[in-house]
């Protein structure tokens, strides 16, 4: 039995990030997604309403599993977007792979896309007085007489 675990640990070896491969298969779906939603082309009325922005879709190793970052407009009606995009899936999914040459058509899953979100806290951050005071310009230092040359010190 030990054989058979490392085989399935084995089955996407550890890199550093995506190939080449998955951005770019990740970048046409999302793509095609983007057009299938904006053009209405899902015959789900309560889809079809809804304006949903595809932020980024990430594969997995073997292009079987697609996972789609979405967020409706304004970012309300979270839960209820994400359940209209699982509950047109299939047909999500067919729309998908009559634009791509693949094998296999991968299965797509959908989740928050939560980028807008960690941009709202970068900013709150950085707008907080302690760590304006960490990043104030190098022009400063000059007047502490702080300096990253030894030799200016002299």
């Excluded at 922005?53 to 190793?61: I, K, Q």
């Excluded at 299965?107 to 900013?123: A, I, Y």
Aim: no cysteine; aromatic share 4%.
């Amino acid at each position: 039995m030990p054989y058979l675990a490392s085989m399935a640990q084995n089955r996407f070896p550890r890199a550093s990030g995506p190939s080449q491969r998955q951005l770019r298969v990740g970048e046409l779906i999302r793509r095609r997604l983007s057009e299938v939603l904006s053009r209405g082309e899902v015959h789900d009325p309560e889809l079809n309403a809804m304006s949903i922005t595809v932020g980024e879709v990430r594969t997995s190793p073997d292009l079987k599993v697609a996972t789609a970052y979405v967020m409706p407009l304004g970012g309300s009606n979270r839960d209820e977007a994400l359940e209209a995009l699982r509950r047109n899936k299939s047909e999500l999914r067919r729309a998908v792979a009559k634009a791509l040459t693949l094998k296999f058509a991968p299965e797509l899953r959908f989740r928050h896309d939560e980028t807008f979100d960690r941009m709202d806290d970068t900013r709150r951050l950085f707008a907080e007085d302690r760590v304006r005071r960490d990043i104030k310009a190098p022009a400063d230092d000059e007047e502490t007489g702080l300096h990253d040359d030894p030799a200016a010190d002299r």
